[in-house]
């Protein structure tokens, strides 16, 4: 099972083209979205391509591949627009023995981690900035943002297969891996 896991879309179908140009170039199972899908949210500037209804018809055409975690900035009338569910604040994926925790970030995050084990996985978006460390023994991720990117970082994503993350800029260019079968 191949994973493309992206986050922080916030409207912009510009960004929303191009990430599911990367998730059939990748050959990607499924798309898991981290949160903050159609709105802009009120402390962003409105990204390139800002349409949310075109970012809902994007999605909705990929609904039987798509899983997705509720962000900030989604709200019940979003849930109107998507016929997948988006509205859920977190969703756990096994990955062999170790569990992922895929949330937005704005509850759980680096600093208020969930309840999980060592070696576990805490995957969230919320910050717009790529991320991988570990705190605590629990491996915190972060795809960066789709359409507003922060702190330099580059508009992308990550693959998950096989146990490998792989973060990649929206044009493919990988720039930082972690093998979760590297953990003791």
Sequence with gaps: MKYLIASDLH?????????LAA?????????????DLLYH??????????????????????????????????AEVDQMMLDFPALADYCLLPVGC??????HGHHFNRD??????????????HTHVPLC???????????????IPKEGSPRG????????FRWKALAGEEYRTFDLNALS
């Design 23 to 35: 998730y059939d170039r990748e050959g990607a199972d499924r798309l898991l979205l981290l949160g």
């Design 133 to 147: 460390e570990t705190v605590a023994g629990v491996v915190c991720m972060n795809p960066g943002s789709v359409s």
């Design 98 to 103: 170790r569990t992922i925790f895929a949330t």
């Design 112 to 125: 208020r981690l969930p309840p999980l084990k060592s070696g576990d996985v805490l995957l969230y978006g």
């Design 11 to 19: 409207g912009s179908a510009t960004y929303t083209e191009e990430l």
């Design 41 to 74: 949210g009120p402390r962003n500037d409105l990204p390139d391509g800002y349409a949310p209804k075109k970012v809902a018809e994007l999605l909705n055409a990929r609904r039987g591949e798509i899983l997705s975690v509720r962000g900030n900035c989604e």
């Design 157 to 164: 994503y990550m693959t998950l297969e096989n146990g490998r």
